[in-house]
Each structure stands twice: as structure tokens, then as C-alpha cells.
């Protein structure tokens, strides 16, 4: 009896320029109940991973990759990982992958039609691009990456829908069309979508993006980075005092949030059990309690800021006078 050939595994890409919502969205595939197993890439712009810790707790395998932008200098680990998962494929029903918000996903999905084996074993069946709804206007023109973004996108989640009125939401998708079309929008809050509607659904269309892009299937990849946005990273393992922090984030936020175009932490206060998260995009500042700290887990505070021609001396500075102070024993 002749053995039944295995499906290729769908992937998927999750793709939005800085803040969009990406990690809530794939916080809400992990967890809500649509029967499907993932293996989880995630990539991220510096030094310091932050996207992983802010995953749910989950039995999913998750792979992280911090040493550069998935679609420049780490498309062979991206190769070498999908080519380990494919090892043990009987593990999960599908492959996400969580790009960073600086990444062109041209050469993301190039790696699964140029690659043989890849090819071979995988199937790319969406491109799903975040966008927040608030701060595309105001960013596209001078983020080539964002409309790199949107042009491969066949799903677009238009987030963040309750922070404009209806004339802006409305001047966002007129932007959005101008670019593609072809995709499917959907508006959300907090990416709170139909989760089973976006997962295997062989969405990804070669065809209309060899329309957009010709030289699509080429390996030349030529994407460069704005030279003016930068990241950097706070470490600090001693705790912080929580009002003294607050405050200076606060302050942080309001004197550089125009330049800010993400920042995202976990944080380990004085005299507190619980990891506190807090992320911004621009003048919008979150913060809340996420999980106790586990038994055997360092509780290292850790700030990561993306923005152009930030003064990291200056918010380096404030981060590391927000430290509690100890009292001497007597």
C-alpha cells in the first residue's frame, strides 16, 4: 500500500510596523480555543529580546532570533530553524512567525519558494499585516518599511479602531487602498478578531505580488533600515522603586514620545512578586502586573526603545536613578 504524501505545514507571517499589535495578536492565536498547535518564530530590532517574555505562558515551541532583522542578516537561521521544525512536524498543526516592526516581508516570504526544501515541506499561506489605526497616517510617508507591509499583506488588521473617530478610520483605509487593493481589512480593538478565520486559509496569493513586485523570486535583496531609527537596551538587576519609575516613564514619554516609536519592558519592582509589563507607542503609555515571578527566574528589569535620534544618554540616566534604594542593615 503506497504511504499518503505529507502536506506541506502552512505558515503564517505576522508583519505591522512598530506597536501595531503584533504580540497581542499572537497572544490571542496561542490562546484561544481553534484546536491548532504552533511552533512560534519571533524576531526582533536589538540587542535585548523582549517579544518572547511577552508571549503567554503556552506549550507552543517558541524560537526567538534578536541578533539582527529577520529579513536581512538572519534568513539562514529562519532556514535552519524551519528545517529542524520539519524534523518533528507531527508536533503542531502550522508555523507562525512574528517579524519585527522594521522587517520588509518581501524576503520573509522569498525564503519559502526560493529555498528547496523549505519549498518542499512548507506552504506560505498568509501574510497578515497589523496597523495601528492612530499612528499609520502620520508614520507612513517616511517608513518604507510599512508600506512594504501592507503591499504583501492578503489580511490587513486594521487595530487600535476605538483611538480615532470615524473621518480618520476612514482616511486610514482610503491610505491602505491607495497601497493594496486587494487585501482584506479588518477593523479591531486589541486584535480582537476571528481568530479561526485567519489560520490556514491559503490566502497567499504568488501572482498578485509578482504583479507588485516582479523581481519577487530574485534572491538579490537590496532593503535598507532608516539610519536614523535606532534601538537600545536598559538592563538593571536591581529593583526598581515603583513610583519613582512610573513617574520618569512617564515624564520619558511625554518629553520624547514625538521620536519614540516603540518602547516595551518587563519590569521587577521593590517588594513585588509580579512582573510588570509596560509598552508605548509614541504619547500612549500601558502598563499592568503579568504574571508572578517564577521560582528559579532572575528578576532582571529590562527596557528596550526604538525611535529616531533618541538621547540614550539622557533616558539612561533617569532609568538608573529610579532604583530602589536599600536601607543598611542595622
Same mark, same amino acid.
Given at each position: ?8 505545514? +502552512? ?12 504580540? !497581542? ?52 537561521? #529562519?532556514? /535552519? ?5 520539519? /524534523?518533528?512536524? @507531527? ?7 512574528? !517579524? ?6 518581501? +524576503? ?41 507591509? *501592507? ?9 487600535? !479602531?476605538?483611538?480615532?473617530? @470615524? ?13 493594496? &487593493? ?7 480593538? /486589541? ?7 485567519? #489560520? ?13 513586485? &516582479?523581481?519577487? #523570486?530574485?534572491?538579490? $535583496?537590496?532593503?535598507? $533600515? ?12 536591581? +529593583? ?44 500612549? *503609555?500601558?502598563?499592568? $502586573?503579568?504574571? +508572578? ?17 533618541? &538621547? ?13 534604594? /536599600?536601607?543598611?542593615?542595622?
Amino acid at each position: 500500500m503506497s504511504q499518503q504524501p505529507i502536506a506541506p505545514t +502552512p505558515v503564517t507571517v505576522l508583519t505591522g510596523y512598530l506597536g501595531a499589535g503584533k504580540i !497581542t495578536l499572537l497572544n490571542r492565536i496561542l490562546t484561544e480555543p481553534h484546536g491548532k498547535k504552533f511552533a512560534v518564530i519571533v524576531n526582533e530590532f536589538g540587542e535585548v529580546g523582549i517579544d518572547n517574555d511577552l508571549i503567554v505562558e503556552s506549550d507552543e515551541d517558541v524560537f526567538e532570533m534578536n541578533n539582527g532583522c529577520i529579513c536581512c542578516t538572519v534568513r539562514g537561521d #529562519l532556514i /535552519r530553524i524551519i528545517e529542524g521544525l520539519m /524534523r518533528r512536524r @507531527d508536533r503542531f498543526d502550522g508555523i507562525l512567525i512574528e !517579524t519585527t516592526g522594521l522587517a520588509d516581508p518581501a +524576503p520573509v516570504a522569498q525564503t519559502f519558494f526560493v529555498d528547496e526544501d523549505v519549498r518542499a515541506k512548507t506552504r506560505l499561506d498568509s501574510i497578515i499585516t497589523v496597523v495601528d489605526a492612530k499612528h499609520l497616517l502620520g508614520e507612513i510617508d517616511q517608513a518604507h518599511e510599512a508600506q512594504e507591509q *501592507l503591499a504583501f499583506a492578503d489580511t490587513i488588521i486594521l487595530n487600535k !479602531t476605538d483611538l480615532v473617530n @470615524d473621518a480618520e478610520l476612514a482616511a486610514v483605509e482610503d491610505r491602505i487602498r491607495r497601497i493594496n &487593493p486587494a487585501a482584506s481589512i479588518i477593523r479591531s480593538e /486589541r486584535c480582537n478578531v476571528e481568530i479561526a478565520s485567519l #489560520l490556514d486559509r491559503q490566502a497567499f496569493d504568488l501572482d498578485r505580488i509578482l504583479e507588485v513586485e &516582479p523581481d519577487f #523570486l530574485d534572491e538579490e $535583496h537590496d532593503h535598507e $533600515h532608516d539610519d536614523h531609527v535606532t534601538s537600545f537596551s536598559l538592563v538593571e538587576r536591581q +529593583p526598581m522603586d515603583p513610583k519613582r519609575f512610573l513617574n520618569w516613564l512617564q515624564d520619558t514619554v511625554q518629553a520624547f514620545g514625538l521620536d519614540m516609536l516603540r518602547m516595551k519592558g518587563i519590569i521587577s519592582f521593590d517588594g513585588d512578586d509580579d512582573r510588570f509589563v509596560v509598552q508605548a507607542v509614541h504619547m500612549l *503609555l500601558e502598563g499592568d $502586573h503579568q504574571r +508572578p515571578w517564577k521560582q528559579n527566574e532572575e528578576r532582571i528589569t529590562r527596557l528596550v526603545f526604538i525611535g529616531r535620534n533618541l &538621547p540614550r544618554d539622557i533616558i539612561s540616566d533617569g532609568f538608573q536613578k529610579c532604583r530602589a534604594v /536599600r536601607q543598611a542593615a542595622e
